[in-house]
């Protein structure tokens, strides 16, 4: 999996108005939990979660969807079923004496199957990240683990 | 971030490998030069986790978390830095013993002033060697100041206690 990761020294220069982020419209069936913990470990910065979403179509060509800020302990999003998703998870790190921010992504297809429902678990803890994504069988107690696929395995 | 900028340049300038001009050029060398080095040092320990899933994990964990690429960028009122960095990880494991190389190389904004080995400088090295007892000796050869976020994440991936991805621009 490829990453590119971006630290940009001014917060201005990333967190700009003209972003072109927009709010991520919700599929009608709700088949994603995503359960974020956020620390940046220190009370002189912080760190931002969120989920950038992409529809990828039978050529792996991907198309921007919408943005969910994970601001919330838990977010409970729709994704279309049986059609591949490309998740960005972002987290974005600023320093306040610094006047400085960076931010670090973990990326995956993911396809969601019809009558599952998805537990993801983002965690960003002092500079370690992670996302761990369990699939549960509707009515069936056991989860399963999705291990993440790149981009260029589409 | 200036920090982090000045701290790269001072790890392709050489001082690393004890004020020398030439910087390792194999795993040997680094180990050879690290625990004397200006800004390296060697930390050993034992952890409690069988030798194969300590293997497993820097197998598994290594090219998610470290291949990459991170741009970092200083400006101010009359400058602009921008210092693009390749990171490269290789895991070699045999029956008893595995070994998790990164390297880094500079590909915008950093001078290269010595010999670069083939995927870049070393910038760690992490031995696993398997020990009676389901345990593992972990040896670390790597800088004394930075990284942070890197040498605990490789120690999580040993301990097994957190299995998580270092923010490289940290």
Redesign the interface.
Known sequence: MKYLLSAFAFTASVLAGCSGLKAYSDTSVKNLNVHTRTDSGSFLSSTRASLDIYGVNNTCQTAYQGTVILDKETRTIGLPAERPSYLVFRFESSSFLANSSGATNYDTLFTPLPGRHYDVDVRYIDGIYSVTILERITGDRKAYRIAPVELKDC | ??Y?IILATVLTSGLFAGCAINHPQTAAEFRAAAPGATFGKKESFVVDRQFDDVARTFGEQA??CL??????????HMHHHVVVTKYTPTVWVSDDSAELHLQFEHEQGVMAVSEMPENGYYLMVADASRLADNKTQIDMYRPSMGY??IV??VK?WATGD?????????
Not at chain 2, 67 to 76: A, D, H, N, Y
Not at chain 2, 162 to 170: A, Q, R, S
């Open positions: 971030m200036q982090r090219p998610k291949e990459m690429r991170v741009k970092m960028t200083e400006s101010g942070d976020t605990r994440a999580g957190n299995i998580g991805c270092p923010d490289l621009t940290k």
